[in-house]
């Protein structure tokens, strides 16, 4: 037998396709108008019957029954209301599982005391018969537009027809429809209301959802408000459409998140038209982005701590809109008693094509510590371009000019022009803080010049890998674990700068052991460097309560004489612990490291103290 479901019948079945969010039990009021009598009754409840746990535990969380069980209810009659409205309850969440001819029986039990006279439990039990599961037979996309529509298919979106009539599946599908419609010319599409009619005895259910596309659409004019000090030719270099071209929703929305990445604005939005305009398809739509720009210019001060080269206090200074076009300067001063250092830098973005910027940097440094004393001049000028959302490469060129003092070899000039070619991969999920994914960086740099009068001439390389897990999926235990694998192809490591040599340990490396104390020593117990390096480090963090979180982190490195690892050395180790205290600028971090194959010119621990997770 196949019949059409009277009206009220199909309203249910049609109700029956949205997920029910969890209800409020207000037992038939919009909300007490005053306050609630002590308790008298306490009770317990139960469901059974239900097709599986998930759906059971649903029941638990929505039913106000079970919402208010901890406080009871006033009387036993008002207990059975309670009950009775969440009959509803079940049965639309029946529905949304395919259940379409379930029943719900609800049993309120009042359990009298020993005297038999004062009333003060009692038992709620909801019996459910789910019935048969009803197939969805079809799901007709009726699409109405101004303009040719594409002919859409709801299985193609994960309607699940043929299947169990599961309405979450059934929503998502009509809205990745409209979505579809809204990404091919149509932005005003929206669905109308749904019908529904079922075939009783075949146990299947047809669907049909009406959508309006609207007309077919193309963009209009483009105009900008709110600017002051952004130019507007630079912020159209950001445009992936033209005038004319079909219009497309989800390429506006990432035309405002290009804008707003920028960091020039403190809010943008980039909106067409809220109502269809009329006339014949295809229509024209104007584009209008609204900017509230961003103070431009900013300071900051910030200050870290280490056993090993003691305390320092770092200055920043950042114009961000230097000529309109988000061209960036940069001033960073560093002191503290054994690095002074003096940093300028420059980029433009969206030099000479989209996604590419021209960077340069003048450093001045001025070194002492265990593996060398040097006061050094660099200049660097290059091309950074963005390949897509997580990969960038890069190459430049560079000038160094070194006067360095050993302990053992003296006073020493080196002068270096190099090649750097660069790659850069970001997966994760936040600059100072990240929980997720990996990142990578890969630099390798022929260099020719001078060093003490003779020639120098090598090739560097260096690559350095993080990675992030979320244990529980919360951001609150975080397993985080960092590599660094670097060469340096030459003869000798006497015809490299110290400056240029590759060294481990330190608060950036190995925590735990001296800045550049890994490795080979001369005489005089000082580190010389070497020709390779391999670092391998792990770190577990945990949020402890609020903002204050702790972490437990051991790590390994080595570096040797030779091009390849010889591990002649051997492997220094150290391991250790930390708190972390998450504020609005980032994680402040203390942590103390301890060797554990410490040798004679090694501390017992070394402290840090700085801003920022240690990778």
């Known amino acids: 037998m196949r019949e059409s479901l009277p009206h009220l019948a199909r309203m249910a079945l049609i109700a029956a396709l949205a997920l029910l969010p969890a209800c409020s039990d207000n037992d038939g009021l919009n909300g007490p108008l005053f306050e609630r009598p002590e308790t008298a009754i306490s009770y317990e409840a139960e469901v059974t019957g239900l097709p599986d746990e998930e759906t059971t535990a649903l029941a638990e969380t929505a039913l106000a029954t079970f919402q208010r069980q901890p406080g009871g209810a006033q009387t036993v009659a008002f207990l059975r209301r309670r009950a009775n409205s969440d009959e509803a309850v079940i049965q639309r969440l029946l529905r949304s599982r395919g259940f379409y001819q379930g029943s719900v029986k609800v049993t309120v039990t009042a359990l009298e005391t020993e005297e038999g006279e004062e009333i003060s439990d009692a038992t709620v039990l909801f019996e459910v018969e789910p019935g048969p599961v009803f197939t969805l037979a079809s799901h007709d996309l009726d699409i109405t537009s101004r303009g040719q529509a594409p002919d859409l298919d709801a299985a193609a979106f994960g309607s699940p027809v043929g299947q169990p009539a599961l309405a979450a599946a059934i929503l998502d599908a009509e809205n990745f429809a409209v979505q579809e419609l809204k990404e091919s010319g149509f932005p005003y599409a929206v669905k109308g209301q749904r019908s529904a009619v079922a075939d009783l005895e075949a146990k299947t259910i047809e669907v049909t959802t009406p959508i309006d596309a609207g007309p077919l659409a193309n963009y209009g004019n483009l105009t900008f408000e709110g600017l002051d000090e952004v130019?507007?030719?630079?912020?159209?270099?950001?445009?992936?459409?033209?005038?004319?071209?079909?219009?497309?929703?989800?390429?506006?929305?990432?035309?405002?998140?290009?804008?707003?990445?920028?960091?020039?604005?403190?809010?943008?939005?980039?909106?067409?038209?809220?109502?269809?305009?009329?006339?014949?398809?295809?229509?024209?739509?104007?584009?209008?982005?609204?900017?509230?720009?961003?103070?431009?210019?900013?300071?900051?001060?910030?200050?870290?701590?280490?056993?090993?080269?003691?305390?320092?206090?770092?200055?920043?200074?950042?114009?961000r809109n230097l000529f309109g076009a988000n061209e960036t300067f940069t001033a960073e001063a560093i002191a503290g008693f054994e690095l002074q250092s003096l940093t300028l830098g420059y980029r433009e973005p969206q030099y000479l094509r989209d996604g590419q910027e021209f960077i340069t940097q003048f450093e001045i440094m001025n070194e002492e510590d265990d593996a060398f004393d040097a006061q050094t001049a660099t200049i660097t000028a290059g091309i950074k371009r963005q390949l897509n959302d997580f990969w960038a490469v890069g190459v430049g060129g560079l000038f160094e000019a070194s006067l360095i003092d050993d302990t053992i070899e003296g006073e020493a000039t080196s002068l270096l022009f190099g090649v750097p070619f660069t790659a850069f991969y970001d997966g994760s999920d936040d600059l100072l803080n990240p929980t997720s994914g990996q990142r990578f960086r890969a630099e390798v740099t022929p260099f020719f010049g001078t060093f003490d009068g003779s020639f120098a001439g090598f090739l560097s390389a260096d690559t350095r890998g993080t990675t992030y897990y979320d244990i529980t999926g919360t951001k609150d235990y975080i397993l985080a674990g960092r590599g660094r694998a670097g060469f340096i192809l030459t003869d000798d490591l006497d015809t490299v700068p110290d400056t240029r040599r590759l060294y481990s340990g330190g608060g950036n490396s190995v925590r735990g052991f001296e800045q550049r104390s890994i490795g080979p020593l001369d005489a005089a117990g000082d580190p010389t460097g070497g020709l390779s390096v391999l670092e391998l480090n792990g770190e577990f963090r945990g949020r402890i309560a609020g903002d204050l979180g702790g972490v437990v982190f051991v790590g390994a490195g080595t570096v040797s004489e030779d091009i390849i690892p010889a591990f002649e050395e051997g492997v220094q180790v150290a391991a250790g612990f930390g708190i972390r205290y998450f504020s609005p600028a980032g994680p402040i971090r203390v942590d103390v490291g301890f060797p554990i194959n410490r040798r004679d010119i090694d501390d017992a621990f070394q402290l840090y103290f700085s801003i920022g997770q240690a990778f």
Not at 248 to 262: K, P
Not at 269 to 276: F, I, K, M, N, Q
Request: aromatic fraction near 8%; avoid cysteine; charge should be negative.
């Open 231 to 319: 130019e507007e030719a630079y912020l159209r270099t950001y445009l992936d459409f033209d005038v004319g071209q079909t219009f497309d929703q989800e390429e506006l929305e990432d035309y405002q998140d290009e804008l707003l990445s920028t960091d020039l604005f403190d809010s943008i939005s980039v909106r067409a038209p809220e109502e269809a305009p009329e006339g014949e398809a295809p229509v024209s739509l104007p584009v209008k982005v609204s900017a509230q720009e961003r103070r431009k210019r900013t300071i900051g001060v910030a200050a870290r701590f280490n056993t090993d080269d003691g305390p320092s206090v770092r200055l920043d200074y950042e114009n």
